[in-house]
């Protein structure tokens, strides 16, 4: 089993961060990792107990798995787990933590535990999943970084117009 966290420095405030991640209608501008992602059930983001279906992007298209919410703590933190497995995945999991570190920047941690099937090949696929695992989530970071760059203006203004909706 391969446990690791990731530390990246992200040019906007963690709810904006946060929003840009988890809001579907924000993630598709810059997620390299997955193609599609929802919640099933049609919800615009996940919360405590929300299944999420998604579905692999690039050339890990052919790779889908779904989720489990485990935590949505907004601004803060949301944590989720693969439900059932997707190969080469035999488990998942992830959680984002986000700190701010000044009033335009902060931190997001992103914490993983993964393992791999099938089990007796293990011992030889799970450095190889790994390294792809790690290179494919920098990309997906710092795709994110560079999103924010540009348009964190953006996701701070949507969000100025949901607070009167309740989304604050």
Known sequence: MIHRKLEFTMPAPAAVVFDA??????????????????????APCPYVGAITQNAGGGWLRGLSMQTRFVSFD?????AATMVGTSFP??????????????????????TYTLDVTPRGLAWL??????????????????RLQNFLAGHA??????????????IR
């Open 21 to 42: 991640f988890h809001y579907h209608q924000w993630r598709h501008h810059w997620d390299s990792l997955v193609s599609g992602t929802e919640v099933v059930g049609g």
């Open 74 to 78: 907004r601004p803060r933190l949301a």
């Open 89 to 110: 995945f035999s488990r998942w999991a992830a959680s984002m933590r986000h700190r701010e570190v000044g009033p335009k920047d902060s931190l997001l941690i992103y």
């Open 125 to 142: 696929l799970r450095p190889a999943v790994h390294l792809v695992f790690a290179h494919q989530t920098r990309k997906r970071f710092r």
């Open 153 to 166: 203006h953006e996701v701070l203004a949507w969000q100025q117009l949901q607070e009167p909706h309740g």
